[in-house]
């Protein structure tokens, strides 16, 4: 199941203070005011739903979190939807690491209303953040049903020798097993 839908704001560094006291005024007079660090710009965390539960999140820097900032990069210069790799969800972090769930999250573009998107650097600078909706992998697979008959294989991005080793070697190995057999 998809866990929420949110709104990450891109921030420039000069403007943290006040994208912080905007958002503060905005009704989360707790949002946290994160440190730039030398970075020219931020992609927080501003909003999202269900509030109850993913409200922790807010003010959270997705750019600190290597796979985030390649998704939202993607997203960004493609201008199409992007998912994630493996990542660990901001709601989850709180969680002791051995019980940290794979999450992902897709991150739609938002650019600015008019504004020429023909090239990546266009929409570079056009960007104003991301719609985002996270979820955990085996929430969202739990919910899948295969047709008797069929095989569901999900292919992670891994290498030609993972691939191998990993997804085509055990489903070869009843027909292994049969010609080790018979020989």
Known sequence: TLLG??????VRAAEVDAFVD?????????????????????AL?????????????WGFDLLTVP????????????????ISDRLVLAIDMARP???????????APIYAAKAPLTTAADRREALVGWANVPFRAADLLAQVRVPAGLQLTLDDGAGP??????IT???LN??????IVLS
Request: charge should be positive.
């Open 97 to 107: 690491p051995a019980e940290r769930p794979a999450g992902h999250v897709v991150y």
């Open 67 to 82: 796979n985030a900032a390649k998704a939202l990069a993607g997203a960004e210069a493609t201008g199409r939807p992007t």
């Open 169 to 171: 070697l055990p489903m």
């Open 5 to 10: 839908i949110g709104y990450v704001r891109r």
């Open 22 to 42: 905007a958002a503060r005024r905005d009704g989360a007079p707790e949002y946290p005011l994160p440190d730039p660090a030398g970075r020219d710009d931020l």
């Open 161 to 166: 020798i993972a691939r191998f080793w990993y």
């Open 45 to 57: 965390i501003l909003y999202n739903e269900p509030t109850q539960t993913l409200r922790s999140s």
């Open 174 to 179: 009843p027909t292994v097993v049969v010609i």
